[in-house]
């Protein structure tokens, strides 16, 4: 579109060699390439009456023709310049400017027909251009637009039984202004000012000058008089055929009129290069009115004023139409329109699918947490591409393109569908497989291998499950990867509940027979305690009685020497003291006798329940210690004695 846009000279669309039209295929590229809407302005009329400055003045640039002084036509075929439209930001201004009507050099006035044909069937807005005045001449050579119906057809196959109506052309051919050049006359209407459009209107009514006769104009004329009323009337209706066409051909029509440029008869043979400060004020303003309505009232060009033209459907009709003028049929609208669709409606469906993939890459983050998250941005991105293709697309009339559409767009979703499953088991078995690592180096390690090592795993397993749910954006497939992860763990986890079993059971085994030998070293170890509690105490029996009487005999032996150092002096008071100790120590024989007896029993008792045995024991060494104390400073005195002669 760069080129069509920034044309700094204007290029032959359609050549006219000899007779024979033709379309020029680097235009046609460059007409191709537009893609926006385009504002498509036609300048038609007779030659050598200016055109080419009006499209010039329209282009805001230099002149491009070489107009020069001669009246030769130098605009042949049709020549297109795209520019920026200045008030349409989002569209592209398309300039045709067309070869002259009645040129005498041509053989071939049907040559002139197409040409006028073609203009009006690319153009939103037709312009033509006469001289001087509409008048009945002017009429007369616009008769191109009474051959419309003849050159173009709307239907295909139109109702043989009547002709096609002005109404079914009017939704295809443009807005129409007629301009004339070097305009000579006031603008009044039986004697009151008139505007330029009301000008126009009052040349379009039809003219009632004709002679009775005109009517039966096949009759033979016999005489010069009456040849001249026939070609006369002929003229007349030929007039009003031509006012008649336009009225209903164009219901949207407009004149502009422009007095001489400039009365310097030099300056008028290369206007082109004369600049505006040297141009008539009035013919100045004249120009910029009309170049400001054209640019501000020109419309987008389309078909059947719902079908929106851009340059390469604008490029598709040119070839359609110059393709059944140059095959020797008549160009049909409703043909070219079907044609149109068959090259248009594919692209929208492509354009409104490109769309949906580009939204949905930068709208979907895959995987998503949920199918809903998935689909309503579907839902979005769906509605907004079959929004693109009702823009682009027209004549579907069976849905065949829409379902299309809607068939790619339900392709593309399951295409989505299984790449956010593929993506979600993916990164859900990454994320598993990172989190078993730490699994595995246990299991090669012997961390389970041991009694209780199937807890272990279990626990271990149970890390690994809340540590991947924890993670964030697994998508749809998460449960799915962690049971298959699970399953996968099923036969280890088998394996090291066997190992655990037989472990366990070993350990059990082990652990009974322990006890056992605990049990019996326990019970020999008691026997051996009974064996030397035995021996103890009869050793203690034995070393008992040689102390008593030992003590016995020291007793003797001390109260005879007292008595020795006395000198066998008797005093009672020693005596009862002698006799008392006497009593005590027969009383505390008595009481050993007692105490030995005792435990004597308990070793008795300990044979039959051996874990009573020490504790009877300190009961009756307690009784001792109680007992004792009864007997006062004697057992005291028994007690030192008998430590003093234990420690010996």
């Not at 004329?221 to 009225?247: F, H, P, W, Y």
């Not at 026997?527 to 050793?539: G, I, P």
């Not at 001390?558 to 002096?569: A, G, P, S, T, V």
Request: negative net charge.
């Amino acid at each position: 579109m760069s080129l069509a846009v920034f044309m700094e000279t204007p290029i032959c669309l359609v050549e006219n060699i000899d007779g024979e039209l033709k379309l020029n295929p680097h235009a046609l590229q460059i007409l191709t390439s537009i893609t926006k809407p385009v504002v498509v302005v036609a300048i038609t009329g007779q030659h050598c009456t200016g055109k080419s400055y009006l499209m010039k003045r329209l282009a805001g640039s230099n002149p491009f023709f070489s107009l020069g002084s001669t009246v030769q036509s130098e605009t042949k075929g049709i020549w297109m310049w795209c520019v920026p439209h200045c008030s349409k930001l989002d569209h592209v201004l398309v300039l045709l400017d067309t070869e002259g009507l009645g040129d005498v050099e041509k053989a071939d006035s049907k040559n002139d027909s197409w040409i006028f044909a073609l203009a009006v069937l690319l153009s939103s807005t037709l312009v033509y251009n006469s001289m001087n005045t509409i008048n009945q001449q002017a009429l007369e050579q616009m008769q191109y637009v009474t051959e419309l119906t003849k050159l173009i057809k709307v239907k295909s196959s139109p109702n043989a039984a009547r002709e096609e109506e002005s109404e079914e052309f009017v939704g295809f051919f443009p807005d129409f202004v007629w301009t004339v050049r070097d305009f000579t006359q006031e603008l009044k209407a039986d004697g009151c000012p008139i505007t330029s459009d009301q000008y126009l209107e009052n040349a379009l009514k039809l003219s009632h000058d004709m002679s009775p006769r005109s009517l039966p104009l096949l009759l033979p004329s016999n005489s010069q008089g009456d040849r001249e009323i026939t070609d006369k009337n002929g003229r007349v209706e030929m007039a009003n055929l031509s006012r008649e066409c336009i009225r209903k051909f164009f219901p949207k029509r407009n004149c502009f009129i422009f007095h001489r440029p400039t009365e310097d008869k030099s300056l008028l043979a290369c206007l082109q290069h004369v600049p505006d400060r040297q141009l008539e004020p009035s013919f100045r303003n004249q120009i910029d009115r009309f170049c400001y309505y054209i640019l501000s009232n020109a419309k987008p060009k389309t078909l059947s004023g719902v079908i929106m033209i851009n340059g390469r459907r604008l490029g598709k009709l040119l070839e359609t139409y110059v393709r059944a003028i140059s095959s020797g049929d008549v160009p049909c609208l409703e043909n070219a329109v079907l044609s149109l669709a068959q090259t248009e409606n594919p692209a929208a469906v492509q354009k409104a699918a490109k769309h949906y993939m580009k939204q949905m890459a930068l709208k979907v983050d895959l995987p998503t947490e949920t199918f809903w998250d998935l689909l309503s941005v579907h839902t979005e991105c769906e509605k907004e591409a079959l929004s693109i293709f009702m823009k682009h697309s027209f004549k579907d009339e069976n849905l065949k393109y829409q379902n299309e559409l809607v068939q790619i767009l339900e392709t593309k979703k399951e295409s989505f569908i299984h790449q956010n499953e593929e993506l979600s088991t993916e990164y859900c078995q990454t994320q598993l497989e990172y989190l078993l690592q730490s699994l595995r180096e246990a299991i090669s390690k012997g961390t389970f291998s041991v009694p209780g090592g199937y807890n272990r795993f279990k626990k271990k397993r149970e890390e690994i499950i809340n540590n991947y749910y924890q993670m964030p954006r697994k998508g749809l497939k998460a449960d799915e990867a962690l049971q298959m992860f699970l399953q996968s763990l099923a036969v280890t986890e088998d394996y090291i509940l066997q190992i655990d079993q037989a472990l366990t059971e070993q350990e059990k085994a082990l652990e009974a027979e322990q006890s056992k030998r605990e049990a019996a070293e326990k019970e020999k170890l008691l026997k051996q305690q009974q064996v030397e509690m035995q021996q103890k105490m009869k050793a203690n029996q034995r070393s008992y009685k040689e102390n008593i009487s030992q003590l016995n005999r020291k007793m003797v032996e001390d109260r005879y020497k007292i008595l020795e150092e006395q000198e066998m002096i008797q005093d009672p008071t020693q005596e009862e003291q002698v006799k008392r100790i006497v009593e005590s120590l027969a009383k505390l024989g008595t009481i050993m006798d007692e105490y030995f007896h005792l435990q004597a029993k308990i070793m008795d008792i300990a044979d039959q329940n051996s874990r009573w045995l020490h504790t009877l024991l300190d009961i009756t060494d307690i009784a001792m210690m109680v007992i004792l104390p009864v007997e006062g400073k004697l057992a005291a005195l028994w007690l030192r004695v008998l430590a003093t002669s234990l420690s010996k």
